[in-house]
T-cell receptor, first 113, second 115 residues
Framework: GESVGLHLPTLSVQEGDNSIINCAYSNSASDYFIWYKQESGKGPQFIID?????DKRQGQRVTVLLNKTVKHLSLQIAATQPGDSAVYFCAENTPLGGNKLVFGAGTILRVKS | NAGVMQNPRHLVRRRGQEARLRCSPM?????VYWYRQLPEEGLKFMVYLQKENIIDESGMPKERFSAEFPKEGPSILRIQQVVRGDSAAYFC?????????????FGNGTRLTVT
């Protein structure tokens, strides 16, 4: 039979604006969270991580916010550049069932010049 | 430092043939993970290995798929008697301490096409 892929949500931003990408994670026992960036034809590239004992962590032009109450994670990119265009995935490490990293569905970020 | 190396980058197999995908982890990394990605989807966990041991294979199909990470040499993901539904990108990742303590570093994947 025909298989139909999921359509990823898309965020379009103007170059120079800030971007916010959101993610709802599934397991309240998850204790370590990572954001990855995936460009076409490449593997996921690590951006930033955060542990469950933190609410916020900043990197270079990126900030990750964690709200454990509602199981929500966000990635903020300041002054978005064309090179930021990619698919962004959040991933949670779940200690239950063997410590594996579980990925969300992904968000496409398109930066308009 | 060389990153995670996967080969081949592209692999075409006819239905019924075998596919072997290779992964060399980053230097000093003894934890290897395999993930599968269909177009426009996220990565799905398949198997987690340490040297000579399978730690978690809960994401692997019970038949036709196997993985190994020998004491010497790369990790191998083997798919026997491939079917069209096996067509996907297969990514390998490695870490020095397992995904609880450190982020996984990914290779650029092997794109398997079954004709």
């Amino acid at each position: 039979g025909e298989s139909v892929g999921l359509h990823l949500p898309t965020l379009s931003v103007q170059e120079g604006d800030n971007s916010i990408i959101n993610c709802a994670y599934s397991n309240s026992a998850s204790d370590y969270f990572i954001w990855y960036k995936q460009e076409s034809g490449k593997g996921p590239q690590f951006i930033i991580d955060i542990r469950s004992n933190m609410d916020k962590r900043q990197g270079q032009r990126v900030t990750v916010l964690l709200n454990k109450t509602v199981k929500h994670l966000s990635l903020q990119i300041a002054a978005t550049q064309p090179g930021d265009s990619a698919v962004y995935f959040c991933a949670e490490n779940t200690p239950l069932g063997g410590n594996k990293l579980v990925f969300g569905a992904g968000t496409i970020l398109r930066v308009k010049s | 430092n060389a990153g995670v190396m996967q080969n081949p980058r592209h692999l075409v197999r006819r239905r019924g043939q075998e596919a072997r995908l290779r992964c060399s982890p980053m230097k000093g990394h003894s934890h290897v993970y395999w993930y599968r990605q269909l177009p426009e989807e996220g990565l799905k966990f398949m198997v987690y290995l340490q040297k000579e041991n399978i730690i978690d294979e809960s994401g692997m199909p019970k038949e036709r798929f196997s993985a190994e990470f020998p004491k010497e040499g790369p990790s191998i993901l083997r798919i026997q008697q491939v079917v069209r539904g096996d067509s996907a990108a297969y990514f390998c990742a490695s870490s020095p301490q397992g995904s609880y303590n450190s982020p996984l570093h990914f290779g650029n994947g092997t794109r398997l096409t079954v004709t």
